[in-house]
């Protein structure tokens, strides 16, 4: 029988084994993200330079833009792939994964081609001083204008390796990128080029990684493509009506989903930015430093969401069940193990990243309030992807916008208004607090009424 390994993992192994086999690759391709976002913010913090951590900084919201095409047609063609495989329509599955591999070349290169044209705009538009633009503008040509379609086809490409069972290729594959980009961060930032040019060395390792990524992923595909149902030939292009509604019917709420996240941290970005270049320089660091915990909650996530998805299309809910429990069990315990840590250490974590004083000295208060959301957040992400890996979009779209457009967005204005830098700080644990107890009771409801 074809993909015999892979649904084996998805019908008849224990949940734990099935969870570790699928999530830790993931957990450990998450965590080397962060490793290589956090370089650049590192290597760059060695300069003693704050208006370079504040420029680089600038650049997430826009990087984030871009993982919104990675969700729209990795989650939404993925976690389709694994149902498709779970009521066992693997022809339908090829046409999916080659109508997504296309679409996201397309998204890709017309969004590298937007930045292009208006990124001086678009980056004065997030907060970019006179002293910031240019090293927001090296690192944006480097990342998102050349290096668009190779970053977001390795995003889609994980998730449709991952979907099918081949997690270990998927974390292996985001390893190598990371791994990389942190051995060619200090050659390009130190050796290669003049001082002064730190922010475009780190611009340039970054892109390479990510071309390196594409390359491997689109080579483990072609290589397993006879014996796995995912497909990159344009003679598979044309998926049918439905399946491609229920591409979108997920992927447009994830993607959207990210599009909110996005818009709330260009709000955070522009109002740390009204307090100097020194507040946004620490909260800069607060935002990549603060995402460990969040970054193996991710990888949980991805290794349940192809459990989850493909139990509930064979009609297994219990199993669907279990898998969702434990995995929100172990992520919680890791949450709020992580909330402990980050209270004793964020000095420590703050200095790893700059030694200027006072941006240490803010960083660490930010850090401390704002990593009280860890668990909470988790139980956030955890329940939205779980209705997308069972086709609900619309929950999962109810939920993520509600996360930022009730609560996040506008208690950003209010707590601002009212305590100023440190009420941007605090808004995350108050918002996600509310957030997951109205997530919790919307899972209960659905499981309730539809699997029982």
Same mark, same amino acid.
């Given at each position: 029988m074809k993909h015999t390994n892979s649904r084996e993992i998805f019908e008849t192994w224990p949940i734990p084994k099935a969870l570790t086999e699928l999530a830790l690759p993931m957990i450990f391709g998450q965590l080397i993200i962060l490793i290589y976002n956090l370089a650049d913010t590192f290597y760059i913090g060695r300069t003693n330079n704050p208006l370079m951590v504040a420029g680089v900084s600038l650049l997430l919201p826009v990087f984030n833009i871009s993982i919104t095409f990675a969700n729209l047609f990795g989650i939404g063609g993925g976690t389709l792939i694994s149902r498709l495989m779970g009521a066992g329509r693997d022809n339908e599955a090829k046409t999916?994964?080659?109508?997504?591999?296309?679409?996201?070349?397309?998204?890709?290169?017309?969004? @590298?081609?937007?930045m292009f044209a208006f990124m001086e705009n678009i980056l004065r538009i997030l907060g970019a001083s006179e002293d910031t633009l240019l090293f927001a503008s090296q690192y944006t040509f480097c990342v998102i204008v050349i290096g668009a379609i190779p970053t977001i086809l390795? +995003?889609? =490409?994980?998730?449709? =390796?991952?979907?099918?069972? /081949?997690?270990?290729?998927?974390?292996?594959? !985001?390893?190598?990128?990371?791994?990389i980009n942190i051995i060619l961060d200090p050659i390009f930032m130190f050796v290669l080029l003049p001082q002064g040019y730190e922010v475009l060395g780190a611009g340039i390792a970054t892109m390479l990684s990510n071309v390196i990524t594409c390359s491997y992923f689109l080579a483990i595909i072609l290589k397993i493509g006879e014996k796995n149902i995912l497909s990159l030939s344009i003679k598979n292009f044309g998926a049918s009506r439905e399946n491609i509604y229920s591409v979108f019917a997920v992927g447009v709420p994830a993607a959207i989903a990210v599009t909110l996240f996005d818009i709330t941290y260009i709000i955070i970005d522009k109002l740390a930015s009204? /307090?100097?270049d020194i507040p946004l320089a620490a909260i800069g660091i607060v935002l990549k430093a603060e995402r460990l915990? =969040?970054?193996v909650g991710i990888g949980i996530c991805q290794g349940m969401m192809p459990l989850a998805g493909y139990n509930y299309s064979s009609g297994n809910f219990a199993r669907m069940r279990e898998a969702v429990n434990? @995995?929100?069990? !172990?992520?919680l315990v890791i949450g709020f193990v992580s909330v402990a840590l980050y209270e004793v250490f964020?000095?420590? *974590?703050?200095r790893i990243f700059i030694d200027d004083a006072q941006t240490v000295e803010l960083g660490t208060n930010f850090l401390r309030a704002r990593t009280l959301a860890t668990p909470f957040m988790f139980m956030c992400f955890h329940l939205v992807n779980f209705f997308q890996a069972v086709g609900m979009g619309g929950r999962a779209l109810a939920l993520g916008s509600a996360r930022w457009i009730v609560f996040n967005?506008?208690?950003?204005? *209010? =707590?601002? /208004?009212i305590f100023g830098m440190y009420?941007?700080?605090?808004?995350? !644990?108050?918002?996600?607090?509310? +957030?997951?107890v109205v997530s919790l009771i919307v899972y209960m409801n659905f499981t309730r009424n539809n699997l029982s």
């Open positions: 999916v994964s080659a109508f997504c591999f296309y679409m996201t070349i397309i998204f890709a290169g017309l969004f @590298s081609l937007l390795s +995003m889609t =490409l994980s998730n449709f =390796l991952r979907s099918t069972g /081949y997690a270990k290729q998927a974390g292996f594959g !985001v390893s190598m990128g990371g791994i009204l /307090y100097g915990p =969040l970054n434990f @995995s929100r069990l !172990v992520g964020a000095a420590d *974590i703050m967005i506008p208690l950003l204005f *209010i =707590l601002n /208004y009420g941007i700080v605090w808004t995350q !644990v108050i918002a996600d607090v509310m +957030m997951a």
